[in-house]
Structure formats: structure tokens, C-alpha cells
């Protein structure tokens, strides 16, 4: 999925550097998905969800413009103190997650606490206790937990929830929102509608590929109505 989303908004943006994309933190780039999604569907995003409580299926709308942080979170390192102890790290960004996809591409089952440690030492720069330099294996689990955290409130756009209400059983929960899977799988559905239009057009009137691809969506539209497809 890394992947293709730098492929997705390297072709949107041939002027941003493929190491730009890759350096960019996670947040950042899912803004920049945002801004890819709006020119191509809106902004208005038409979701499903299923209440963890009684399982009823929830029709959700949400608009990207208020699913947007207003500050991005920026690839220079962030300093912080817990404890006696100083951090220094970066946030994560797009060449994590394709390293990350390599080393765990041969497991099987996804391991959330072997991600994070791998993440924490890719992104992790320094850290110190009373001056002293530690490595990440020295530190207590509570001081991995406090830079975790740390990342995730520096970079708020990466990690997008919404409240829920289930108007069935009143179940409250926060769901996720992950601008990158949704668009994928909107590229995918709009790829298969083209594909099917060229289907009908062409075995309607002989078109080719082309002919049909160079007439406008509003003019395709015609024609399906036409052969009672609209
Ligand atoms: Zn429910």
C-alpha cells in the first residue's frame, strides 16, 4: 500500500521528487491523498461501519475538508523529555513503511509490537538518561510507550478517528479513517466502471478503447442511456 500511494501521488505531482514523497511524515502524505481525492471524487466521502456492539451496518458520511489538521507535522526531529529521559526522533514516513513491508512480508501473521519496535528504531535518533546515551533495548517499556505516543500526537493527520453512534443499541465508538486504503479502493471501483462503460459502449457500437476513453464522461453517459444502461 506504500507503494502504491507514492506511485499514486508521484503521478499526480511529477513535480515532487520521489525522495520528497518518500521523506514526507505519514500525516503529510495522507493530506496530500486528501487534496488527490478531492480533485477526483469531492470531498464528500460515503463510508460503511459495523457497530462493534450489535453488528448493524452504519451508512457514514464524512467530508475530507473536517478531516483535516490544520498543522503539518514536519520530517525534522522533535526533541522531548520524559522523565530523566531525553528523546530525540523523527516521524515516520513513507521509506519506514516500505522497509517495514520487506522484513515482515515473510511473516505470516502481522506483529503489531515487533512494527512498532522496528519503527522506534528506524525513527528513534537519540535518546539520553541524565546525559548518558541509551539504546533503545535499555529503555523501559513506559519510555517506548511515552515516544509512541509522542509521534502520534506530533502527527495527528496520520491517524484520523471519528465518533460513532449506533442508533440501534446507542453503542459510542471511535472508528479510524484511512485516506489511503478508502482511495485505493475508490481508484479501483471508478477503474472497473470505466472498464465495464468501455465494455458496453463498445459492443454496442463497435467503438474502440480509445474512441470511447476520448468522449467526455457526460457524453459516455448519453450514449449508455441510450442502450439503456444509464
Ligand atoms: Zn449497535
Known sequence: MAQRMLLL????????????????PLGQRDAQLMTLREQLFGTQIISVANCPNC????????????????????????????ASYTVTYRLPNSADLLALTKVSAGSSQKNVAASRAFLLERCVQSVQADGV??????????????????????????????????????????????????????????????????????????????????????????YLELIGNG
Open 9 to 24: 501521488l508521484g503521478s499526480a505531482q511529477p513535480e515532487l521528487s520521489r525522495a520528497l514523497l518518500e521523506e514526507m
Open 55 to 82: 453488528g448493524e451496518r452504519l451508512q457514514i458520511t464524512l467530508d475530507t475538508r473536517t478531516l483535516r489538521v490544520a498543522d503539518h507535522a514536519s520530517p525534522q526531529p522533535i526533541s522531548f523529555a520524559h
Open 133 to 222: 546515551a541509551q539504546t533503545l533495548d535499555e529503555l523501559p517499556p513506559a519510555v517506548l510507550d511515552a515516544i509512541a505516543a509522542h509521534m502520534a500526537e506530533a502527527d495527528p493527520q496520520a491517524d484520523i478517528q471519528f465518533a460513532l453512534n449506533c442508533p440501534v443499541c446507542g453503542q459510542h465508538w471511535l472508528a479510524a479513517f484511512d485516506i489511503a486504503t478508502f482511495l485505493w479502493s475508490e481508484i479501483g471501483a471508478w477503474a472497473r466502471r470505466i472498464v465495464r462503460q468501455v465494455h458496453l459502449l463498445a459492443s454496442a457500437y463497435g467503438w474502440s478503447q480509445n474512441d470511447i476513453l476520448n468522449l467526455s464522461a457526460a457524453r459516455r453517459q448519453i
